[in-house]
């Protein structure tokens, strides 16, 4: 038997790089010397080529003048949790706000119709390991997604069956909680990113909870997603690399998936690679997966030793959809129908992300347009802040509550939030109504999270 501690990434089955790429350490980085206020930042280069830093650091997507003010402000918080206590440019910024991105994961949620229908346990959570992989498509663009603001949601609608809410429940710390089901499963997260600032990459660790339920057989599968790391987001060309352990355990059996997401090497080797196996509750492993996060993933039944099963062969389970080419953003369809009303449900609430203004005129080109509504809602938020602590008030989440479960990660605990069902009233409701109240287009509605209607709405501020 090769129980789960004794299972190496790139042992049995795998011919894996692993050791290899560990002898000659990680992919190529060098520090950028020679630029006057800018010594001893790393600048790595996930193709391992042989360019001088600082060639390499003039590349990406960052003006002089830009990278130069930014990095002033910047210097002053190495080694600290930027989630939310500097204001960004938004010319790094792509048109999605993390609510959408949290919706980007149900692009390929036919694989845990599949896991429902499924009687074998293990293939079952081949199934719904490949679904959470197919996310890391999406985290490999190197573009950030807006924070929500407090009480924004985003719903969405029309694909596979599913009611999709989610709504930012928290400013500080930023935490956002979200709710999808249809007739094979029930989704939920409440997610709080913790981050930390390295000068020319930050590492980003995903403290959340996730719970996925399975209607047919009742099994509640948990997640823990390795962290992931931006690389090159002053000098160079960015790239994100997520090395670590993912792990899925099905909390009913004690089943699990266990992950190994290899680091990037040199000259690339090893990047995007996953390899792991399905173990049953005693740590037998039953099946063996293997891919790369940002195109396919395939698994095999293997024996208690981890190597392939005699007479079966490699099958594929998963493999990221067709995109656009030359897509800006590196959008696939999906993520564009996220943006698009196509998605969204008659009577859309007017706090959903789509009708942001910062993020509508980023989506239609205008940056200049996109820096000053950013800075508009970011000032509108810290005016509501000061209302309500004027008012000694507390600001309530509409359609999730805060339960006093606290959930544990390998990066710290979190508060969790619980899907209240009243979103799925007020559906049923706009759904059920027979009357046409006045017809306007949705995406004329203005843009409305806010918790107080008094506070001026054309307040600005300097901030870009």
Same mark, same amino acid.
């Given at each position: 038997m090769a129980p789960v501690g004794d299972q190496k990434p790139g042992s049995g089955f795998f011919a894996s790089f692993a050791s290899t790429i560990s002898s000659f350490g990680s992919a190529m980085s060098k520090s950028v010397n020679g630029m006057l206020g800018y010594e001893g930042l790393e600048v790595i280069n996930p193709e391992g080529g042989t360019d001088d830093a600082e060639v390499e650091a003039q590349k990406g997507r960052w003006k $002089?003048?830009?990278?130069?003010?930014?990095?002033?402000?910047? $210097?002053?918080?190495?080694?600290a949790d930027v989630t939310s206590v500097v204001t960004l440019p938004v010319l790094i910024f792509e048109p999605m706000t993390m609510l959408q991105k949290m919706a980007e994961l149900m692009e390929y949620s036919h694989l845990l119709d599949l896991a429902d229908e499924c009687e074998d346990p293990h293939m079952r959570l081949v199934y719904a390991a490949a679904w959470f992989i197919s996310l890391y498509y999406a985290i490999q663009r190197t573009w950030k997604p807006f924070n929500p603001i407090l009480g924004e949601t985003y719903e969405m609608v029309n694909h596979c069956g599913i009611t999709f809410i989610a709504e930012q429940v928290s400013h500080h710390p930023p935490m956002s909680a979200a709710h999808a089901e249809n007739e094979h499963f029930v989704y939920d997260i409440t997610s709080k990113l913790k981050t930390k600032f390295l000068g020319n990459s930050v590492d980003i660790y995903p403290v959340g909870r996730t719970r996925l339920t399975l209607k047919k057989s009742g099994v509640v599968l948990d997640l823990v997603p390795p962290p992931s790391k931006a690389n090159n987001i002053i000098f160079g060309r960015t790239w994100v690399d997520s090395p670590g352990d993912m792990i899925l355990t099905n909390l009913t059996t004690g089943d699990k998936v266990v992950l190994y997401f290899q680091p990037c090497g040199w000259f690339g080797a090893g990047?995007?690679?996953?390899?792991?196996?399905?173990?049953?509750?005693?740590?037998?492993?039953?099946? +063996?997966?293997?891919?790369?996060?940002?195109?396919?993933?395939?698994?095999?039944?293997?024996d208690s030793e981890g190597e392939p099963t005699p007479g079966s062969e490699l099958k594929e389970v998963w493999r990221a959809a067709e995109a656009p080419k030359n897509d800006k953003f590196q959008?696939?369809?999906?993520?564009?129908?996220?943006?698009?009303?196509?998605?969204?449900?008659?009577?859309? +609430?007017?706090?959903?992300?789509?009708?942001?203004?910062?993020?509508?005129?980023?989506? $239609?080109?205008? +940056?200049?347009?996109?820096?000053?509504?950013?800075?508009?809602?970011?000032?509108?938020q810290r005016a509501e802040k000061k209302t309500r602590e004027?008012?000694?008030? $507390?600001?309530?989440?509409?359609?999730? @509550?805060?339960?006093?479960?606290?959930?544990?990660?390998?990066?710290?605990?979190?508060?969790?939030?619980?899907?209240?069902?009243?979103?799925?009233?007020?559906?049923?409701?706009? @759904?059920?109504?027979d009357s046409i109240e006045e017809e306007t287009e949705t995406n004329s509605t203005e843009f409305n999270p806010w918790q107080y209607h008094d506070i001026p709405s054309s307040s600005s501020s300097s901030h870009a």
């Open positions: $002089q003048e830009d990278r130069d003010s930014f990095w002033k402000m910047m $210097q002053n918080y190495i080694g990047r995007f690679e996953v390899d792991g196996y399905v173990y049953n509750a005693e740590e037998e492993p039953k099946y +063996l997966m293997s891919g790369k996060w940002n195109e396919f993933m395939s698994y095999q039944p293997c959008y696939t369809y999906f993520a564009h129908k996220l943006n698009s009303f196509d998605t969204a449900p008659k009577k859309l +609430l007017p706090s959903d992300s789509r009708l942001r203004p910062d993020r509508v005129a980023l989506e $239609q080109g205008d +940056l200049s347009k996109a820096g000053s509504e950013k800075s508009r809602l970011e000032e509108r004027a008012k000694k008030e $507390q600001y309530k989440p509409k359609w999730f @509550d805060l339960t006093n479960e606290i959930g544990s990660t390998p990066w710290g605990d979190l508060e969790v939030y619980k899907y209240n069902g009243e979103y799925e009233k007020r559906r049923a409701e706009v @759904d059920n109504s």
